[in-house]
């Protein structure tokens, strides 16, 4: 069945050190990868993505994840986070060929300590 | 920067009742989706929409919700009759032609009482 775990529900980093957010997924097509960002009252805003070619790829607000298709992950990393990156995070997979329907993990809640 | 846009923010309603939530995707966009958030629980895909028809839908899609593009910009999801376990936030996302990625609204909180 095709499924996305992110196992971290709630992660505590203090301002200024780094992140890292897992992902996992389980998709018999060829994915397309996502990281969607959710403040609170807010929409879900597009992060990155990821569907062919380099791995590593840059998103906005300084994150970027990694494709790792052998351990198919999708982490979401940034060196350095600020205040206002506290947030809920979304890691999401889709596939051209189910009309690119979302398929979402829990989401993993960043607080950052000051 | 073009966004999507979604009315009401805040929709409450009884048990029984219709409810149209309404979304305007971005202009040029092609391809529309509704998803939904219970409180505490994983946002989960309800329809997608291409071409005034329904292109793909989930089980929790039943004979009660109904989309529509009534017109050349708003994409509406009907409930017929609400349940207390509808309440949720519904977001409404659109896509374009060529790209893969959905760009979301803020989506509206329903609460059924």
């Known amino acids: 069945a095709q499924s996305v775990t992110q196992p971290d529900i709630h992660i505590t980093v203090s301002e200024g050190a780094s992140l890292e957010l897992r992902c996992n997924y389980s998709?018999?097509?060829?994915?397309?990868l996502f990281w969607y960002v959710q403040s609170p009252g807010q929409g879900l805003q597009l992060l990155l993505k990821y569907f062919s070619g380099d791995t590593l790829v840059q998103g906005i607000k300084g994150f970027e994840a990694e494709f790792k298709r052998s351990q198919s992950s999708f982490n979401l990393r940034k060196p350095s986070v600020h205040w206002s990156d506290a947030a809920e995070y979304f890691c999401a997979v889709g596939a051209r060929d189910s009309n690119y329907q979302l398929i979402w993990g829990a989401g993993t809640k960043l607080i950052i300590k000051p | 920067e073009p966004e999507v846009t979604q009315t009401p923010s805040h929709q409450v309603t009884q048990m029984g009742q219709e409810v149209i939530l309404r979304c305007v995707p971005i202009?040029?966009?092609?391809?529309f989706y509704w998803y939904r958030q219970i409180l505490g629980q994983k946002v989960e895909f309800l329809v997608s929409?291409?071409?005034?028809?329904?292109?793909?839908k989930s089980e929790i899609f039943d004979d009660q919700f109904s989309v529509e593009r009534p017109d050349g910009s708003n994409f509406t999801l009907k409930i017929r009759s609400t349940k207390l376990e509808d309440s949720a936030m519904y977001f409404c996302?659109?896509?374009?032609?060529?790209?893969?990625?959905?760009?979301f609204g803020p989506g509206t909180r329903l609460t059924v009482l």
């Open positions: 929409f291409y071409n005034n028809e329904i292109s793909e």
């Open positions: 202009s040029n966009h092609l391809y």
């Open positions: 998709y018999g097509a060829t994915p397309y």
């Open positions: 996302a659109s896509r374009g032609q060529i790209t893969d990625t959905q760009y």
